[in-house]
């Protein structure tokens, strides 16, 4: 098997092909196509409710898509035996988050499982993967914690060293900035791009979303309102349209990186009385 340099299998071809989600009547997700290529980044944007975790779920095969398929590599996601699909495609879901009655260590150990035969234990291999895997998270020093002890932010670095643990070509990440402080931000950003996998990662922070992601994919109700390159798909328009915001874009004069601020009006803290 191709193996890229942090040890994955090679990053995946991703194709959601005119997905539905169809729930008690109601259209969470509306006939979505999203290509994603070997290696890319792709972020997922949208206001609260526009379906991005359900999107993600299809993918992860947690929620069965109505219509439409799932293809990684071209073979039908939720016709592959799930083995098959945990050594290639690895998740952070926002739901994942729930407690474990375990140590931080065997949560990251979990991510092995698909790469065993059933009751194995870990091989030197595996505590080689567990270990790196925690230090990249920096949560080497919580390994034996329970992790029903660890702050929203651990535990959601932990979940991020479980699925590095799985070592797979694909990732789906929902919001897996969210709890973190602006230094672990950076580091999982960082880390999803230089990982060299094939990722979908659902991200609130525009600004982030534009520095680290090839091209942006904005849902609204269910529906691909804009998808390409951040600097394309971040205007004042769009923001407006689908956030209800009053914002601008500019180009960071270093990076070139778009940036969104908003505009507060009359009521940014600058204009409240002192006190
Ligand atoms: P996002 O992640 O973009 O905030 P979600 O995909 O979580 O959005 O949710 C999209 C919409 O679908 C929301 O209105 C949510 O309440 C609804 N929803 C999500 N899951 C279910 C479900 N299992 N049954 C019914 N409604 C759901
Ligand atoms: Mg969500």
């Given at each position: ?11 995946g ?46 993918v992860y095969r ?8 799932v293809?990684l590599?071209?073979e039908d996601v939720w016709r592959l035996p799930g083995k098959q699909v945990a050594r290639r495609l690895a998740a ?22 698909p ?53 797979c070509?694909t ?105």
């Amino acid at each position: 098997m191709t193996r890229t340099p942090e040890g994955t299998t090679a990053p995946g071809a991703l194709d959601i092909e005119d997905v539905t989600v169809t729930v008690g009547g109601r259209d969470l997700v509306h006939g979505v196509s999203l290509r994603v290529a070997p290696g890319e980044v792709l972020g997922l944007a949208g206001p609260n409710g526009a379906g991005k975790s359900t999107l993600l779920r299809t993918v992860y095969r947690t929620q069965r898509p109505t219509t439409g398929r799932v293809l990684l590599d071209g073979e039908d996601v939720w016709r592959l035996p799930g083995k098959q699909v945990a050594r290639r495609l690895a998740a952070v879901l926002q739901e994942s988050a729930g407690d474990f009655d375990l140590t931080v260590y065997d949560v990251v150990a979990m991510g092995r499982t698909p790469h065993k035969r059933a009751f194995a234990g870990d091989d030197a291999h595996d505590r080689a993967v567990i270990t790196h895997a925690l230090t990249r998270l920096d949560v080497v020093e919580l390994a034996d914690a329970p992790f029903q002890h660890l702050s929203g932010g651990e535990k959601q670095r932990v979940l991020i060293a479980r699925a590095l643990a799985q070592q797979c070509g694909t990732m789906v990440w929902d919001e897996p900035t969210n709890h973190l402080d602006l230094r672990h931000q950076l580091d999982v950003l960082t880390l999803v791009r230089r990982f060299g996998a094939t990722a979908v990662v659902a991200l609130h922070d525009l600004n982030l979303a534009a520095a680290f992601c090839d091209r942006l994919c904005v849902l609204a109700a269910g529906r691909v309102v804009a998808l390409g390159p951040p600097a394309e798909v971040l205007t004042p328009e769009l923001l407006s349209s689908v956030y209800r915001v009053d914002a601008e874009v500019g180009a960071h004069p270093r990076t070139g990186t778009p940036y969104v601020t908003l505009l507060t009006g009359d009521d940014g803290p600058a204009k409240l009385p002192r006190r």
